[in-house]
């Protein structure tokens, strides 16, 4: 059985509600086409600050600060009962305030494409000069900064895209090409918050494996913007990018892309590499979407209620070769949805979960946890959208009945015992299944879980290539106790027995 162990995770979130405010694509796109509408005079007073953010329960969630069980046991809304004595710090990373994240982009760019104002810059490197995962070298990195007035300028006649903290500019994010539209200052500021938020994750990743960064061996990056030029305008590569900036030196990488299939394929794609000796180890990691941010923000300001989709969320898992002391990624049991598989809920469902278990000759009950997509229902449901994760759940206890695994009568017990509750933001690729990862991993240590799916859906039709479906999914089970040293001992015991049996025959000879 081919496996790959899951040695750390790391799970991050940056929140940015002004960047949201002014580069979402709902609010970009909105005030480009028509101007200062209602919606984006209304939608300020509906933002989240930092505190009640920092407080959602699906956020505390997301970073390791709760468990899933007490999430579940908090009372919705969420936002209305906003959870007392949460840290900006979880067990798997942390939520980043804007203008600190601000501050990291620049540290994320080699290119001079983020300016920050002097006094602005000084006060984020104070805060920076804090966190737990900064080191002097990458606080060498962030600038000086440069004069209200040269900013000005550059957003005035250079097209350069104004940054803004507390309502006013702190900067700007400057083009790149006069021409390239794959190069223009908004693309740009995507990619370099999608790095930013990479490298966050990979640093907590190697807090909490205790790992030097030179130890990395290849990096996987799986998020869902497309890095380029206008000659190949995805042909970037984020992954070294990433390991640049972290201090990866002896790392190589590379971009996997599938919509929200991709970080699942990403995991399978590392654990395969490792698994087979190609890679010492691999960290398969994703950067969030400035896109994404208030992608609803309509329906929420519709409904009064808080614009939720505030954060850009990011994760980093560590795979090594399996020595039998982490929860192990199996690779003899994947799903895939073929071309062939047909795009019903039904036949992607069958394709991502029953197929593979039979295959391994498992049933729908020999499954602990389903984690599919994970998005929180707060963001979804006022976008008429329905549960997403309570969706998914309900079409795969229907599944088991049809297959008769379970009774019919059974099939709420199912959902409830067997679902996870949605967490992760309405980042695209980040809600399916990896952010179930961690609290997975945790669950299969401590032995609390024997089993689990992950679970990647994708939806090709957005890039107007095809309308297939898309989707992979793989097993997690627990630690097999079966290490390197558990190894040894076993080879000195064998060669005891030889040596027992040879005497023998010795004696009788």
Request: proline share 5%; glycine share 10%; aromatic share 6%.
């Amino acid at each position: 059985m081919a496996t790959a162990g899951i040695k750390g995770y790391a799970y991050c979130l940056n929140h940015a509600p002004e960047t949201g405010f002014h580069y979402g694509n709902t609010p970009f796109i909105e005030r480009e086409t028509k101007g200062e509408t209602e919606f984006l005079r209304e939608l300020p007073s509906f933002m989240q600050k930092y505190e009640e953010a920092r407080d959602y329960a699906p956020n505390q969630a997301y970073i390791g600060g709760i468990g899933l069980e007490a999430l579940e046991k908090s009372p919705q809304p969420w936002y209305v009962n906003r959870m007392t004595g949460s840290n900006r710090y979880g067990a798997y990373g942390e939520i980043m305030p804007e203008d600190e994240f601000l501050g990291l982009m620049d540290i994320c760019d080699v290119f001079d494409i983020i300016w920050l104002e002097t006094s602005f810059a000084a006060s984020v490197r104070e805060k920076l000069a804090a966190s737990p995962v900064m080191n002097d070298k990458l606080l060498a990195r962030l600038e000086g900064g440069h004069s209200a007035d040269e900013i000005a300028a550059e957003t005035a006649h250079k097209k350069a895209l104004p940054l803004y903290f507390n309502g006013a500019v702190v900067g700007c994010a400057r083009n790149g090409h006069e021409v390239d539209d794959c190069l223009f200052a908004y693309v740009l500021l995507e990619n370099l918050a999608c790095k930013a938020g990479g490298v966050l994750s990979l640093l907590h990743l190697l807090k909490n494996t205790g790992m030097a960064p030179e130890e990395v061996d290849f990096v996987i990056e799986c998020s869902e913007e497309g890095a380029g030029d206008m000659n190949q305008r995805a042909g970037g590569n984020f992954a070294k990018a990433v390991a640049e900036i972290a201090g990866c030196v002896n790392a190589s990488g590379c971009d996997v892309r599938g919509f929200c299939a991709g970080p699942v394929n990403a995991m399978i794609a590392g654990a395969t590499q490792v698994a087979s000796g190609a890679r010492k180890n691999c960290v398969v990691l994703a950067g969030g979407a400035i896109p994404k941010l208030y992608m609803n923000g309509r329906d929420h300001v519709k409904k009064k209620m808080p614009a939720l989709e505030d954060c850009l969320g990011n994760f980093a898992v560590l795979l090594v070769p399996d020595d039998g002391t982490n929860p192990v990624l199996r690779l003899d049991v994947l799903g895939k949805h073929t071309v062939g598989a047909g795009s019903s809920p039904q036949a992607v469902t069958t394709a991502l979960i029953l197929d593979p278990l039979e295959r391994a000759g498992l049933s729908f009950m020999d499954v602990d946890k389903y984690a599919a997509e994970l998005h929180i229902n707060e963001i979804t449901l006022p976008a008429g959208a329905g549960d997403v994760p309570l969706a998914n759940i309900k079409m795969t206890a229907a599944l088991a009945v049809t297959k008769k695994a379970i009774e019919k009568a059974d099939m709420m017990t199912f959902v409830k015992e067997r679902g996870v509750p949605g967490f992760a933001h309405t980042q695209g690729h980040i809600p399916s299944g990896v952010p179930f990862i961690g609290h997975a991993c945790d669950a299969l240590k401590d032995g609390s879980m024997k089993r689990a799916m992950i679970i990647g859906k994708g939806s090709l039709f957005l890039a107007r290539l095809t309308n297939l479906a898309d989707g992979a999914s793989f097993l997690l089970e627990p630690p097999s106790g079966t290490g390197a040293a558990g190894a040894a001992v076993s080879k000195d015991d064998i060669k005891a027995l030889l040596l027992e049996v040879l005497s023998e025959l010795s004696g009788k000879l």
